[in-house]
């Protein structure tokens, strides 16, 4: 690895993660607040969904978003499946993917990393193999190369060995390169899955199965 290789890695990706979110945090001020009005307007309160996710190390974290979803129950007081939360608003939000923005706090704060494998349920954390747990080397990211090579249209295995590759091999040229083609894909709204219903089922039950199939051939 060269010298300066070696120097984006322990310093300065994190110094273009806190330039870049700093910067854009305060240029994009403006939509924030229209945002977080909106969202208040049309899904109530909290503006900010809020759930734990698997950081470096394992070390669990808050992640912020903005809610796309409301609070509607059933008759017995359950939350309705996500599909029938999920609001024309909430849909117009991840279709964009601007309810990603306040993640740009977290990069800040040194939970996140601009680019990087996206962080994941802790109750997934007993279900990467070996070579998988290696995206924990790192600080999980708004985007990565997982996001620019199909995001959510990539099946489990596919995604975590894109994480795995990202982990070996990444440099200030392909963090820059990631960025720009995020952008690209943003705009055009490629890959997204706005339905969560229509995503890939849950790593742990995708592994489940899998254990399954192999102990009914092996039987």
Request: with cysteine; hydrophobic share 40%; net charge positive.
């Amino acid at each position: 690895m060269s010298n300066g290789s070696t120097f984006y890695r322990r310093h300065g990706k994190r110094l273009l993660d806190v330039l870049v979110s700093a910067m854009a945090l305060v240029i994009l001020a403006p939509v924030l607040l229209l945002l977080a009005v909106l969202v208040r307007g049309f899904l109530g309160s909290p503006v900010l969904f809020r759930q734990t996710r698997s950081g470096r190390d394992r070390r669990p974290f808050t992640i912020l978003k903005f809610r796309t979803m409301t609070n509607a129950c059933d008759a017995t007081g359950k939350l309705l499946p996500d599909t029938e939360r999920l609001t024309r608003f909430g849909r117009f939000l991840r279709r964009t993917s601007l309810d990603e923005l306040p993640e740009l706090l977290n990069v800040l704060k040194g939970e996140m990393s601009l680019v990087g494998p996206r962080p994941l349920l802790p109750r997934y954390d007993a279900y990467y193999s070996e070579p998988e747990a290696r995206r924990f080397d790192l600080l999980p990211g708004i985007t990565g190369w997982a996001q620019i090579n199909g995001r959510n249209d990539l099946a489990w295995d596919d995604r975590l060995a894109c994480d795995v590759w990202y982990a070996e091999s990444y440099s200030l040229l392909l963090d820059l390169k990631i960025l720009f083609l995020t952008i690209i894909k943003v705009i055009r709204r490629d890959n997204i899955q706005v339905d969560p219903g229509l995503t890939f089922g849950a790593l742990d039950e995708e592994r489940r199965q899998r254990a399954a199939e192999i102990r009914g051939v092996c039987d």
